[in-house]
Nanobody
Framework: QVQLVESGGGLVQAGGSLRLSCLAS????????MGWFRQAPGKEREFVAV????????YYADSVKGRFTISRDNAKNTVYLQMNSLKPEDTAVYYC???????????????????WGQGTQVTVSS
């Protein structure tokens, strides 16, 4: 069992930056691929970014490529999402998720993840 707790959300002006954190419980964090998803009001949840369990590979949605960076610190059981050049359309609840080892890559679909956090709100004003 893995419990995930996101933090770092808030209100920021367009062009600003935020860093989200996701703290995982348990001693097996380093074996999980970690992803970030987001859900805007009235829209379905969508993939944002994923990082392999080892940190060796990352993958991003086209909408955030070049602006967002996912990273992890396995010693701290934490995954991060650095968000730069934020736009109003980035406004959403951001969720982190943990998925067990899978042969395919990238892992960008909800069913490929086993555990989810409760989400943190990010609001970008214009």
């Amino acid at each position: 069992q893995v419990q995930l707790v996101e933090s770092g959300g808030g209100l920021v002006q367009a062009g600003g930056s935020l860093r989200l954190s996701c703290l995982a419980s348990g001693r097996t964090f380093s074996t999980y691929n970690m992803g970030w998803f987001r859900q805007a009001p009235g829209k379905e949840r969508e993939f944002v970014a994923v990082i392999r369990w080892s940190g060796s590979s990352t993958y991003y949605a086209d909408s955030v490529k070049g602006r967002f960076t996912i990273s992890r610190d396995n010693a701290k059981n934490t995954v991060y999402l650095q968000m730069n050049s934020l736009k109003p359309e980035d406004t959403a609840v951001y969720y982190c998720a943990a998925g067990g080892p899978r042969p395919q890559w990238p892992i960008d679909i909800e069913y490929q993840y086993d555990y989810w956090g409760q989400g943190t709100q990010v609001t970008v004003s214009s």
